[in-house]
């Protein structure tokens, strides 16, 4: 630009002029420079501006769809189903006799509460009540309810009973009949199973879906029987056929549980055509008898009772130390608890404890979880 203002001095005054107008020259040049210094820091200035202004602009962006992202995730997480890694079980026992700890001798074996598997069945019983369910529990103790009709696909047992392909018995069961194909069941359900009761608008049938089984499936509505949509199983009764104990925990808050006692039980065995081995599964616990009293083996002659018994499928009670005296005094404990299999079906405790599940549990209002 200077040399331009050079151009235009020279043409306005001769040569010999030149230096007469150096100073003016100078000073030209001098305020060309100041000009351009000026336009270049505004021009860098406004860039500074837009480019500090922009950065504002994306940090608040990035910061609301980090929160946002954060947001997303939390519910996310919410939404997924638990597993047992999100269970937490707390030792707050209201039970506090014969405790056994989480991992204990058995003769020259280690015993155990078997705590992943049972934080597994925790995190089930919670995912299922995460949506509000019309509930329902399948019944037919001692057929009450009339004999199954027989399934398309039977066998005879080592009981000589008839069962379907999954090995559960037509005694004391429920028909289940695909939907659509109501003339022959596929498979039966086990007294105690919890399922959603879906419709009854195809009555005589009801439609369900199970819970403690698999699937959807039609079923006379004489083996139903509906527990509505306000209950809640936050009290649960682990038993563990394999090492022999028995824990009963009950739920806090949202992933949290209490451990309320750790016991040693006795299970059913394998002796037909009486004993049964007491069958795995999630069953509702159903009715409780203060004495529930028992026959002798093969007859109708009542040979004593078993206390504080807590019913959950079929014959199956958690119950004290069986007296076989009709009119005997209550036990508290056996030598036999913790040890085999022994039961006809049903589940032992200490007398003490079998009451401690007797009045902290309410009839379809707690479950009985059987693990191996």
């Known amino acids: 630009m200077h040399k331009k203002i050079s151009s235009l001095l020279n043409k306005k005054y001769p040569l010999q002029e030149h230096k007469k107008h150096s100073i003016r020259l100078i000073t030209h040049k001098g305020i060309c420079q100041k000009i351009s210094?000026?336009?270049?820091?505004?021009?860098?200035l406004s860039c500074n501006?837009?480019?500090?202004?922009?950065?504002?602009?994306?940090?608040?962006?990035?910061?609301?769809?980090?929160l946002a992202f954060v947001k997303q995730q939390e519910?996310?997480?919410?939404?997924?189903?638990?597993?047992?890694a999100d269970i937490t079980l707390t030792k707050a026992l209201t039970y506090d006799q014969h405790t056994l700890a989480e991992s204990y001798p058995y003769g020259k074996k280690t015993r155990v509460f078997q705590m992943d598997k049972i934080k597994e069945k925790l995190a089930w019983v919670e995912n299922f009540q995460r949506v509000k369910n019309n509930y329902a529990v399948l019944q037919n103790y001692k057929n009450k309810n009339g004999e199954a009709p027989l399934v398309k696909d039977y066998h005879r047992n080592a009981?000589?009973?008839?069962?379907?392909?999954?090995?559960?018995?037509?005694?004391?069961?429920?028909?289940?009949?695909?939907?659509?194909?109501?003339?022959?069941?596929?498979?039966?359900?086990?007294?105690?199973?919890?399922?959603?009761l879906l419709s009854t608008d195809t009555l005589p049938m009801v439609k369900i879906s199970g819970i403690s089984l698999d699937g959807e499936w039609e079923v006379p509505k004489r083996y139903v029987k509906a527990i509505g949509d306000t209950v809640t199983f936050h009290k649960v009764i682990i038993v563990d056929v394999t090492n022999q104990n028995i824990m009963t925990v009950e739920?806090?808050?949202d992933s949290e549980w209490l451990i309320r006692s750790m016991n040693p039980a006795t299970s059913g065995r394998h002796h037909p055509p009486y004993a049964q081995e007491t069958p795995l599964?999630?069953?509702?616990?159903?009715?409780?008898?203060?004495?529930?009293?028992?026959?002798?083996?093969?007859?109708?002659?009542i040979e004593g009772f078993a206390p504080y018994a807590n019913r959950f499928t079929n014959g199956a009670y958690v119950h004290g130390v069986p007296v076989n005296n009709p009119k005997g005094a209550i036990k508290e404990f056996s030598w036999s608890l913790g040890t085999t299999p022994r039961s006809h079906m049903c589940v032992r405790n200490a007398s003490s404890h079998a009451k401690h599940i007797?009045?902290?549990?309410?009839?379809?209002?707690?479950l009985v979880i059987v693990i191996d």
């Open 75 to 84: 519910e996310e997480k919410k939404a997924a189903p638990k597993t047992a």
């Open 49 to 66: 501006n837009k480019s500090t202004s922009h950065s504002i602009e994306v940090m608040g962006k990035e910061k609301i769809d980090s």
């Open 37 to 44: 210094l000026t336009v270049l820091c505004i021009l860098l």
């Open 251 to 253: 739920r806090q808050r």
């Open 281 to 301: 599964g999630a069953f509702v616990l159903q009715e409780k008898k203060s004495k529930m009293y028992y026959y002798r083996d093969g007859t109708t002659t």
């Open 159 to 196: 009981y000589k009973r008839v069962s379907d392909t999954l090995g559960t018995e037509r005694y004391q069961s429920v028909p289940l009949y695909h939907f659509g194909e109501t003339k022959t069941p596929t498979l039966y359900g086990r007294d105690g199973s919890l399922v959603k």
């Open 358 to 366: 007797y009045d902290w549990t309410k009839s379809l209002n707690a």
